[in-house]
T-cell receptor
Framework: QKEVEQDPGPLSVPEGAIVSLNCTYS??????FMWYRQYSRKGPELLMY????GNKEDGRFTAQVDKSSKYISLFIRDSQPSDSATYLC?????????FGSGTRLSIRP | DSGVTQTPKHLITATGQRVTLRCSPR?????VYWYQQSLDQGLQFLIQ???????AKGNILERFSAQQFPDLHSELNLSSLELGDSALYFC?????????????FGQGTRLTVV
């Protein structure tokens, strides 16, 4: 079993929809949780960063961490075609970062 | 543009060969990370260097090695290449040695082993 599980998709939604992306994990030592966005033929870029449980909002993006359920989510409001990318969750127990396999998201105009 | 430069962008080589991938970190960043991204394994952490010293090791094969030079650029050496080594190799850099500091990724080197 992988330490971090992420549905690879692809996920296709119409423009303007709310998108929900999720990851589950097994290691209770994880304290730092991140979401990266990766456009085709590019390197990943950090989108959101949270420490421990709770919510964090940044514009149209909200990251949610539920440590009791070992479940993290990224919500994208008012989705745009420019949000079409692969989204990778990542988490760290402090010594190294472990990435999920990524969810491919497509926003239909 | 993240400020991290990787060369070459593409590399095609034969099995059994050795290649060197190069990474120049963002100006002022002391840490360099190497990652391998393949379709079946996702993004895998290989190794981290901080200010010239090895800081953390991930799933790096013994056939692979890396180093960080005094000018802070880094090289990843892959030897005795196998078909399964075909992947995207990313370098990332960050300001500190803490893995939870924001890291900036280069555009990657696509390695194809034939």
């Amino acid at each position: 079993q992988k330490e971090v599980e992420q549905d690879p998709g692809p996920l296709s939604v119409p423009e303007g929809a709310i998108v929900s992306l999720n990851c589950t994990y097994s290691n209770s030592a994880f304290q730092y949780f991140m979401w990266y966005r990766q456009y085709s033929r590019k390197g990943p870029e950090l989108l959101m960063y949270t420490y421990s449980s709770g919510n964090k909002e940044d514009g149209r993006f909200t990251a949610q961490v539920d440590k009791s359920s070992k479940y993290i989510s990224l919500f994208i409001r008012d989705s745009q075609p420019s949000d079409s990318a692969t989204y990778l969750c990542a988490m760290s127990p402090a010594s190294k970062i472990i990435f999920g396999s990524g969810t491919r998201l497509s926003i239909r105009p | 543009d993240s400020g991290v430069t990787q060369t070459p962008k593409h590399l095609i080589t034969a099995t059994g060969q050795r290649v060197t991938l190069r990474c120049s970190p963002r100006s002022g960043d002391l840490s360099v990370y190497w990652y391998q991204q393949s379709l079946d394994q996702g993004l895998q952490f290989l190794i981290q260097y901080y200010n010239g010293e090895e800081r953390a090791k991930g799933n790096i094969l013994e056939r692979f090695s890396a180093q960080q030079f005094p000018d802070l650029h880094s090289e990843l050496n892959l030897s005795s290449l196998e078909l399964g080594d075909s992947a995207l190799y990313f370098c990332a850099s960050s300001a500190t040695g803490d893995v939870n500091t924001e890291a900036f990724f280069g555009q990657g080197t696509r390695l194809t082993v034939v």
